[in-house]
């Protein structure tokens, strides 16, 4: 028996026993959620935790802070302190009235490189005191002022 093509010349592939082309591959024509889900969930804990953050209050007992303290600075801080009766003091030093505390504060701004300043006032203090300290302290030059709190040891309240 000889080898020999079907009619039609098409050979083997007539009977079935050939490559076949299969189709392309459709796309896909649904959403997949779980990676979209996913993202949604982080962002909602994103937004759960931030949003605390965004509101702006003024809490009532200021000279407590849970704040961590600050770093050493290089050379001596410059303190000021306000007691409850309104007596400013320069380091340990009480300064007897707003005038020689004006001139003393631009004596120190002059020799002083750094413009940092720590205040520090009782709490039953007026508030308006405090300001009008600081606005001498900016008027001298030492527009860097940072308030000292006591450290908050317990839960607020």
Known sequence: ??????????????????????GRSQPMAEINVTPFVDVML????IFMVAAPLLTVGVPL?????TAEALPPPDEAPLTVSIDAAGTVYL????????????????AIAETR????????????????RVMA????????GLRNISLVSDQQVGPPG
């Open 42 to 45: 982080v962002l909602l804990i």
């Open 91 to 106: 380091q340990e030093q009480a300064v007897a009235d707003d005038a020689a505390l004006a001139a003393r504060l631009a």
């Open 113 to 128: 490189p750094s413009d940092q300043v720590f205040l520090r006032a009782d709490r039953t203090l007026d508030y308006g």
């Open 1 to 22: 028996m000889a080898m020999g093509t079907l009619p039609g010349g098409r050979g083997h592939a007539a009977r079935g026993g050939g490559i076949r082309r299969r």
């Open 133 to 140: 300290v600081m606005g001498q302290l900016s008027a001298a």
């Open 61 to 65: 007992n200021l000279p407590q802070s």
